[in-house]
């Protein structure tokens, strides 16, 4: 019984669509997922899907019937009525042939006309072969479906059927499904929140490493769980996301292009490169200051007299003083974070405005971390400042809220 006063919470209501591909596979984990954090979930299978995993297993794992005709159960009218009822409509693996079926409104079977019907946020989750995904006519299906207002993720890169790797592997579920509750909890009476579409941002998350040899670095305890919320939050607001990962332990966010590096060098390679083309980027990474002056090519031996190691250090580029000032778009929008404890020159705050003004950025995002570090911790506060003079307190909450917190305040701020 639920509490007194306490009104049910109506479940989410979500029809999870599969077509044909050998990928369907995972969405049997994608659906145990929806199930088992409270939503509930119609499954509707092409015919093609049948194939490759029979009807009694998803309705085994939904606890619903399952039908793909609109033949079948027809005094329920569920052509309509399943679209009608849906909070959210998640499309995995989307086939190239039912994205050229959706984008064309053809209505064929019970998923096809579930998509006209459907009135909530409709993520699709393609799976192909990469020639199929590049092909012009799945670019020109994909940005129509975009344009209408879906949210197509991009497919990962790696291994897809038979020898062939490249672009076109359906993400992981458990990253499709963080993806799509991310789109249902923050769809509004206004549809989806989807202030980024069309706009590509670059994050940068985790710690890099500095070698000194073959077997040993200098490295910094960032897990890169901030950084991928922020990622992960982007591509949920329509944005086209480049990723760039130094040394983070967590698998690739769905839909979004990740560049894995690992030292400092290659994270400012990678993101002034993928800069140039952005509309936002935000340096959540913790690039290392120094890094030994030389890298040796064997491993290090200890002196037989116990003396002291030689560690000399030099410098790293400041990345984010250099994409803040050597911008090549000056209408993009730069990021940086900044975790402070304040001392005797100055507050926390007075330390963060004369960093954002050093910097050179446009918004820099203040942990105070006086009271220990938040390193690897499912939550954050912050205080986000704005070089137009702005500032925004953000509570502590999950570090995917303070995500969303950040992309509120980037996005009107884009030209
Ligand atoms: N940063 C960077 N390149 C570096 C070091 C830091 O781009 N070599 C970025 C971080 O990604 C972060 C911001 O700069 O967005 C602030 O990092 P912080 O370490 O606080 O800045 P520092 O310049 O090192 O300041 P401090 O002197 O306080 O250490």
């Not at 409709?122 to 479906?145: C, G, I, K, Q, S």
């Not at 579409?197 to 710690?207: D, K, P, T």
């Not at 936002?280 to 290090?300: G, L, N, Q, T």
Request: negative net charge.
């Amino acid at each position: 019984m639920s509490p007194e006063g306490a009104r049910p919470v109506a479940r989410p209501q979500v029809v999870l669509g599969v077509s044909g591909g050998i990928a369907a596979y995972k969405a049997c984990e994608l659906l145990r997922r929806f199930t088992e954090s409270g939503h509930d979930v119609t499954v509707v299978p092409t015919e093609s899907a049948l194939r490759f995993v029979g009807a009694p297993t998803w309705a085994a794992l939904s606890g619903r019937p399952v039908a793909t005709e609109v033949w079948d159960g027809v005094h329920e009218v569920p052509h309509v009525r399943i679209g009608q009822a849906a909070d959210l409509v998640v499309i995995a693996p989307a086939t190239a042939d039912l994205m050229a079926k959706a984008a064309h409104g053809q209505a064929d079977d019970l998923l096809t006309n579930t998509l006209l019907t459907a009135r909530c946020p409709v993520v699709f989750a393609p799976a192909m072969h990469t020639e199929m995904w590049e092909h012009p006519a799945t670019r020109d299906n994909v940005a129509t479906l975009r344009r209408r207002g879906a949210i197509v993720i991009e497919p990962a890169e790696g291994r897809l059927t038979g020898k062939d790797t490249g672009k076109g592997r359906l993400p992981e579920p458990g990253e499709i499904f963080e993806l799509a509750r991310d789109v249902l909890t923050r769809t509004g009476a206004d549809g989806p929140v989807d202030d980024l579409a069309g706009r590509q941002v670059v994050v940068s998350a985790g710690g890099t490493r500095e070698y000194l040899d073959p077997v040993r670095f200098l490295g910094n305890r960032s897990s890169g769980l901030q950084g991928v919320a922020l990622a992960r939050a982007a591509a949920a607001r329509g944005a086209e996301v480049t990723l760039i990962a130094a040394n983070v332990a967590l698998p690739d966010p769905a839909g979004m292009k990740v560049v894995r590096v690992e030292t400092t060098a290659e994270l400012r390679d990678a993101v002034v490169s993928a800069a140039a083309g952005a509309d936002a980027v935000v340096m959540a990474a913790a690039p290392a200051d120094f890094r030994p002056a030389s890298v040796s090519e064997a491993k290090i031996k200890k002196a037989a007299d116990g003396s002291a190691a030689p560690l000399e250090l030099v410098q790293n580029p400041d990345i984010l003083h250099e994409i803040s000032t050597q911008r090549v778009r000056p209408d993009s929008v730069v990021v940086g974070f900044a975790a402070e404890t304040g001392d005797a020159t100055g507050s926390v705050l007075d330390l963060a405005r004369a960093k954002l003004a050093r910097k050179g950025c446009d918004l820099l995002v203040v942990n105070d971390v006086s009271g220990g570090a938040v390193f690897g911790q499912p939550d954050n506060e912050a205080v986000i400042l704005a070089a137009d003079g702005g500032m925004v307190d953000v509570p502590r909450g999950s570090k995917a809220a303070l995500a969303h917190a950040i992309w509120d305040q980037v996005a009107p701020r884009l030209t």
